[in-house]
């Protein structure tokens, strides 16, 4: 579902008929198809299109912003047309020919999910409970969770570019719940990206079930998490959510501009350890945050957010962009055509360094393990945060002791990635759907083994 160059000229010239900065049209095809399986049934598949197309003008510095999914042409110039009235007349920019553009990467699939029939979609599922369930009584229940999203979309702007991409998201996620005497523990497994169903020829959904069934059955027995300021390693396999918590949000450059983020305004000043650098890319293959255009017309790109501890950069959508005076990063995102674009981050990670993982583990003789992170929040304004940790050990004497279940690493950002002193060469991704504005996005995030010299712990034991 792609309009008509001349009709989204058309489109264009309306809405910029009283004058603006800058307008664009956003056209978008999304079809899913979604399975949940809860309690060993299938409780709910979801399966469905949704065509809309969303207008934006921006004058003096403010935006106006208008969607319907009424895609007729009359009704577009309507809406356009009272999108235009919002300002007061101004005069007109001149509509350059529409011309299209060439992304700077590609994201090719080989198993188109609309290609597989829905009975294998719901096997799949179904195995994943039974895989879950196999590992013990003590599992209680098991949410198997698997979708699908194929999203066409057209950006054309008052630049006089038309930029067009096809979008396939898949995924599946397993959470299980486990009990036994009064204690209760979870586990929780996911994949997915920019991929299609070949997704599943990469990696076994059996195994991720029973590998979230085993994590949530191990702490179980799991000792009560030492309390106090500690040494913490960070796995890889941990993924990237302390880095997108503690310092990814306040790099968003809307946040950085209104000062609520605690990154305002240091540019060019030391915020980390020089042993980070914090990137965002979504050229990256198969990620669940890579595209190859923007929400706004913008080739994807690779955005060096800190370089060796120096701020040098903030993600940008155009409007920000448009206000600072600098070139957009390409991170201007939204949940679909009803929403405005706003500065998203995309795949954010932690750069790898030199030491090898186990290097990190040995040269710590004493503190917490953190293998798996659970959920976690950060303020922007301060930089203070809290994560769960889901899976934790304690470390004796460089090694990996018991686990120990309980655990929250609570901080500010800058502080933290302040105390990093170790930086391994691994690199481990782990995906989600980042909420702001009442928007959701994909978004992968990434880190290498890591060591923060100091950290409070919460837990229920002096260690």
């Given amino acids: 579902m792609l309009l008509d160059p001349?009709?989204?000229s058309s489109l264009l010239k309306a809405v910029l008929s009283r004058g603006g900065e800058y307008a664009d049209v956003f056209v978008e095809s999304r079809r899913v198809t979604s399975i949940q399986l809860d309690d060993g049934r299938i409780e709910k598949i979801v399966s469905g299109i949704d065509n809309g197309v969303g207008v934006r003008l921006i004058a003096g510095g403010k935006t106006v912003y208008g969607f319907s999914n009424?895609?007729?042409?009359?009704s577009l110039i309507d809406l356009t047309t009272t999108l235009s009235g919002s300002f007061p007349e101004r005069k007109s920019p001149c509509i350059l020919d529409m011309r299209r553009q060439r992304p700077f990467v590609d994201s090719p699939v080989t198993m188109h999910p609309d290609s597989v029939p829905i009975e294998k979609k719901i096997y799949l599922v179904k195995s994943a409970n039974k895989a879950a369930r196999s590992v013990g009584s003590h599992i209680r229940q098991v949410t198997v969770t698997y979708r699908d999203v194929t999203q066409d979309i057209q950006i054309a702007t008052s630049e006089g570019t038309i930029s067009e991409d096809e979008r396939i998201q898949t995924m599946a996620a397993v959470h299980v719940v486990a009990a036994e005497a009064g204690i209760i523990q979870t586990g929780y497994e996911a994949e997915g990206g920019h991929i299609g169903y070949e997704l599943f020829e990469r990696f076994s959904m059996e195994d991720l079930s029973r590998k979230a069934s085993e994590r949530a059955v191990m702490m179980l027995k799991a000792s009560r998490a030492p309390g106090g300021r500690m040494p913490i390693v960070i796995s890889s396999e941990a993924g990237g959510t302390m880095i997108h918590e503690a310092i990814g949000h306040g790099?968003?450059?809307?946040l950085a501009q209104q000062g609520l983020s605690i990154y305002?305004?240091?540019l060019g000043l030391e915020v980390a350890s020089a042993l980070?650098?914090?990137?965002?890319?979504?050229?990256?293959?198969?990620?669940?945050?890579s595209f190859?255009?923007?929400?706004?017309?913008?080739?994807?790109?690779?955005?060096?957010?800190?370089?060796k501890g120096i701020l040098i950069g903030y993600l940008y959508d155009r409007l920000a962009a448009m206000r600072d005076g600098v070139t957009p990063t390409g991170n201007g995102r939204r949940e679909s055509y009803r929403c405005r674009p706003i500065p998203r981050m995309t795949n954010t990670f932690l750069a790898p360094g030199d030491s090898s993982p186990d290097e990190v583990?040995?040269?710590?003789?004493?503190?917490?393990?953190?293998?798996?992170?659970?959920?976690?929040q950060v303020n922007t304004?301060?930089?203070?945060?809290?994560?769960?940790?889901?899976?934790?050990?304690?470390?004796e004497n460089g090694e990996i002791g018991e686990a120990v279940r309980g655990a929250t690493l609570t901080g500010n950002g800058q502080d933290v990635i302040k105390s990093v002193d170790m930086v391994a060469s691994d690199l481990g991704f782990s995906i989600g759907t980042c909420g702001k504005d009442s928007q959701g996005v994909p978004i992968s995030d990434a880190m290498p083994t890591i060591r923060v010299a100091e950290m409070v712990v919460g837990g229920g034991i002096e260690m």
Avoid at 251 to 254: K, M, S
Avoid at 361 to 376: D, E, I, S, W
């Fill in 6 to 8: 001349d009709l989204l």
């Fill in 264 to 266: 305002s305004r240091k």
């Fill in 70 to 74: 009424d895609l007729s042409r009359d």
């Fill in 251 to 254: 790099l968003e450059a809307d």
């Fill in 276 to 289: 980070v650098t914090v990137i965002d890319d979504s050229t990256l293959p198969n990620k669940r945050g």
């Fill in 361 to 376: 583990l040995r040269r710590t003789p004493k503190g917490l393990y953190v293998r798996k992170m659970g959920g976690g």
């Fill in 292 to 307: 190859r255009f923007d929400d706004e017309g913008i080739p994807s790109q690779r955005t060096v957010l800190v370089d």
């Fill in 381 to 395: 304004v301060t930089g203070d945060f809290v994560f769960d940790v889901q899976e934790g050990y304690v470390i």
